[in-house]
């Protein structure tokens, strides 16, 4: 099974930016798709973002869609998410995992049901 580490979060204003960055190490990094989830304090884990192993099968969560971007390094096994034209309602703590849908318009899930530490991601009004 992959291990997942989290990082590149931090306290930013409106409008600004952030990259957060997913190192993997162990399990087949290069033949997983990726995806990006967040659960912001009292509200259930929601997907943000997903990227196939290939790199080329990308799917956003809509309130994402135009501003964050997930992309991956695969000689790096990490997995990277550009966030820009950061909101408030962004503030989160932000989870990677490896992902599975059962068909294409399936949710996508975690498809080890586990999660790293995950990094906090704040941003200021």
């Known amino acids: 099974q992959v291990q997942l580490v989290e990082s590149g979060g931090g306290l930013v204003q409106a409008g600004g930016s952030l990259r957060l960055s997913c190192a993997a190490s162990?399990?087949?990094?290069?033949?997983?798709?990726m995806g990006w989830f967040r659960q912001a304090p009292g509200k259930e884990r929601e997907f943000v973002a997903a990227i196939g192993w290939g790199g080329r099968n990308i799917d956003y969560a809509d309130f994402v869609k135009g501003r964050f971007t997930i992309s991956r390094d695969n000689a790096k096994s990490t997995v990277y998410l550009q966030m820009n034209g950061l909101k408030p309602e962004d503030t989160a703590v932000y989870y990677c995992?490896?992902?599975?849908?059962?068909?294409?318009?399936?949710?996508?899930?975690?498809?080890?049901?586990?999660w790293g530490q995950g990094t906090q991601v704040t941003v200021s009004s």
């Open positions: 162990g399990g087949t990094f290069s033949r997983s798709a």
């Open positions: 995992a490896v992902v599975f849908r059962a068909t294409m318009s399936s949710p996508w899930e975690s498809t080890f049901g586990s």
